[in-house]
């Protein structure tokens, strides 16, 4: 069965970064986009960016441009994003989420268990 | 890319309907049917309910909706139940090959 399994809380101070690993699991995982949400304690979710596991490329939200890196490792089927300068504004819950572009539809069909980075001094 | 316009909250009674509206541009909601509905319960990740504008995921009650006019999409939750209690967020393909979501809607059943 599909399963994305994410890395534990991180606590980080302001200025540090913080990189959430995801690893896939239960199917092909350069057969599917890749993309990250966070949500912010008591708030909505907030879409960052996906990455195409087969070429590597990824799109970003123009709000992040330039704070966050989404990679993958294809050899252990884990998709990784990272922030850097953090901020308090960016403690959060940060998911992995599968999607599914074929002739069916365009669409999330599972998540990670989302890992909580908290930033604070 | 600017948030999607959503009601902060909807109420109705067990039993009733209720929609809740999802308002972009033409750049997203207008411009393609790649309009999707989550439900979340506290303390746990969202659920698709709603892809494509309308298409239902195998296993999600045919008591759950979607519809899109112009730049407008709506989630329409029929024959209220109390488990439907919950925040429901749309989110919606961009011309940017981005995603945006809503600010997400708080539905109490009364």
């Known amino acids: 069965q599909v399963q994305l399994v994410q890395s534990g809380a991180e606590v980080k101070k ?39 596991p087969n070429s590597g490329g990824a799109i970003y939200a123009q709000k992040f441009q330039g704070r ?40 999330s069909d599972y998540w990670g268990q989302g ?3 908290t930033v604070s001094s | 890319q600017s948030a999607l316009t959503q009601p902060a909250s909807v109420s109705g009674s067990p039993g009733q309907s209720i929609t809740i509206s999802c308002t972009g541009t033409n750049s997203d909601v207008g411009g393609y049917n790649y309009v999707s509905w989550y439900q ?9 309910m709603i892809y494509d504008v ?27 139940q109390a488990e439907d209690e919950a925040d429901y967020y749309c989110s919606s393909y961009t011309s940017s090959t981005t995603w945006v979501f809503g600010g997400g809607t708080r539905l109490t059943v009364l």
């Open chain 2, 40 to 48: 979340q319960h506290p303390g746990k990740a969202p659920k698709l």
């Open chain 1, 68 to 107: 966050v890196t989404l990679t993958r490792d294809t050899s252990i089927s884990t998709a990784y994003v990272e922030l850097s300068r953090l901020r308090s504004d960016d403690t959060a819950v940060y998911y992995c989420v599968r999607y599914t572009y074929d002739t069916s539809g365009y669409y």
């Open chain 1, 14 to 52: 302001p200025g540090a970064s913080v990189k959430v690993s995801c690893k896939a699991s239960g199917y092909t995982f350069t057969g599917y986009y890749m993309h990250w949400v966070r949500q912010a304690p008591g708030q909505g979710l907030e879409w960052m960016g996906w990455i195409n």
């Open chain 2, 54 to 80: 309308s298409n239902r995921p195998s296993g999600v009650s045919n008591r759950f909706s979607g519809s899109k006019s112009g730049d407008t999409a709506s989630l329409t939750i029929s024959g209220l």
């Open chain 1, 115 to 117: 890992t909580l980075v």
